[in-house]
């Protein structure tokens, strides 16, 4: 591929879906996408320390409508970025974009959903996924040797005790880091 043509990541970002146009688009398991998202709320905690944030991020999140995974976690992370006008996402194909799958792997696998978190001139600052810290370490070490049907039945089960907590916290601590940074050096 010409490398002159491939577009800058943040052209690459403005040319990924809003949460709102994936929700209108036709996908796989429409209707899960679209209750999940009606009940996705972010929590106190986190309303008061995105409070705390200071400039302006973008979340790009590798994707396919098909993952079980990410009907779970992007309506909050949608819910997370439309509570800060600092924060903005956008949503990408996993498989229309190798490159960026291939440089956020979890081990070998291209696990998604994937968040990568830009600063405002899109610097990578971190990327969070394919699951929150604790759940995905049950899977790693607990989940895999259960039979499919009964490790997605707790995996779902997980995301609905949690009710996003942890996928918000998680990717809001990414952010915190470098905004904490901006406030110290003021």
Not at 93 to 114: E, F, Q, W, Y
Not at 130 to 156: F, H, M, T
């Amino acid at each position: 591929m010409d490398e002159s043509v491939i577009p800058t990541l943040r052209e690459r970002f403005f040319a990924g879906s809003t949460f709102s146009e994936l929700l209108t688009r036709p996908k796989d398991n429409a209707a899960l996408w679209d209750a999940l998202f009606k009940k996705a709320a972010i929590t106190p905690d986190i309303a008061a320390r995105l409070c705390e944030v200071r400039g302006q991020f973008h979340l790009m999140a590798l994707n396919e409508d098909w993952c079980g995974d990410s009907v779970n976690i992007l309506p909050y992370v949608a819910r997370l970025a439309d509570s800060h006008p600092g924060i903005e996402l956008r949503i990408l194909g996993r498989d229309d974009n190798p490159d960026l799958m291939s440089a956020h792997l979890t081990g070998t696998s291209k696990s998604i959903p994937v968040v990568i978190v830009f600063d405002e001139e899109f610097n990578e600052i971190g990327w969070w996924g394919p699951r929150p810290n604790d759940l995905q370490a049950w899977v790693v070490d607990e989940g895999l040797a259960l039979p499919k049907p009964d490790r997605y039945r707790l995996i779902r089960a997980w995301y609905a005790r949690d009710r996003g907590a942890a996928i918000a916290s998680e990717i809001l601590s990414i952010i915190e880091q470098v905004s904490d940074d901006a406030t110290t050096a003021v």
